[in-house]
């Protein structure tokens, strides 16, 4: 399968525990998005990345959360004590230039 | 800033029959690309269709096909011949084409439902 890849699919973590959520994009992809989605909304951005440089970061997203694509190849997505408030599906995206979003099948957080 | 609405939280449609999900868009950009994606029940978000701003002429994929009315800011999707398989959510997105940023900016999404 080509296609974009996350890991864990589900996590279960207590409040206050740090996680860690990786992303292999589609391997040609250079550019790659973070987006969080509560239950009934559409995604909500927090990040991306062309090649290995941050380029845009949600200010909506709070100094917990952090992102890195070390090579410009997989990505991962850490969040440090967490808050129940954390609790989303989180997805990842991969892209070429000029094209349109791959999604995965994401990492469904629950914080308890 | 650029926001996109959908102002139906869900549609009903008969199996075989027609359906058309609405969405509106806002930004000052005159070229930009808007999408709807599609996204069933506990599995990924997979592309319906893309439209490119500068196009005049409506995307069309099989069964799918958009209204896209650049002076009003509407991107409608009309699915033809429903499917059951066509149950799921569906989001309308809008990015940028030219330098800044490249974000997709999605709506709160349409949950279709298709009636047998």
């Known amino acids: 399968d080509t296609g974009v890849s996350q890991n864990p699919r589900h996590k279960i973590t207590k409040r206050g525990q740090n996680v860690t959520f990786r992303c292999d994009p589609i391997?040609?992809?250079?550019?790659l998005y973070w987006y969080r989605q509560t239950l009934g909304q559409g995604p909500e951005f927090l990040t991306y990345?062309?090649?290995?440089?941050?380029?845009?970061k949600s200010r909506l997203l709070s100094d917990r959360f952090s992102a890195e694509r070390p090579k410009g190849s997989f990505s991962t997505l850490e969040i440090q004590r967490t808050e129940q408030g954390d609790s989303a599906m989180y997805l990842c995206?991969?892209?070429?230039?000029?094209?349109?979003?791959?999604f995965g099948q994401g990492t469904r957080l629950t914080v308890v | 800033a650029q926001t996109v609405t959908q102002s139906q939280p869900e549609m009903s449609v008969q199996e075989a029959e027609t359906v058309t999900l609405s969405c509106t868009y806002d930004?000052?950009?005159?070229?930009?690309?808007l999408f709807w994606y599609k996204q069933p029940p506990s599995r990924q978000m997979i592309l319906v269709i893309r439209?490119?701003?500068?196009?005049?002429q409506n995307a069309t994929e099989n069964r799918f096909s958009v209204n896209f009315q650049k002076a009003a800011k509407s991107f409608s999707l009309k699915i033809s011949d429903s499917q059951l398989g066509d149950a799921a959510m569906y989001f309308c997105?809008?990015?940028?084409?030219?330098?800044?940023?490249?974000?997709?900016?999605f709506g709160t999404g349409t949950r279709l439902k298709v009636l047998a």
């Open positions: 995206a991969s892209s070429l230039i000029q094209a349109e979003a791959f």
């Open positions: 391997s040609e992809h250079n550019r």
């Open positions: 990345f062309q090649n290995e440089a941050q380029l845009e």
């Open positions: 930004t000052s950009e005159s070229d930009y690309y």
């Open positions: 439209q490119e701003a500068y196009k005049q």
């Open positions: 997105a809008y990015r940028r084409v030219t330098s800044g940023t490249y974000k997709y900016i």
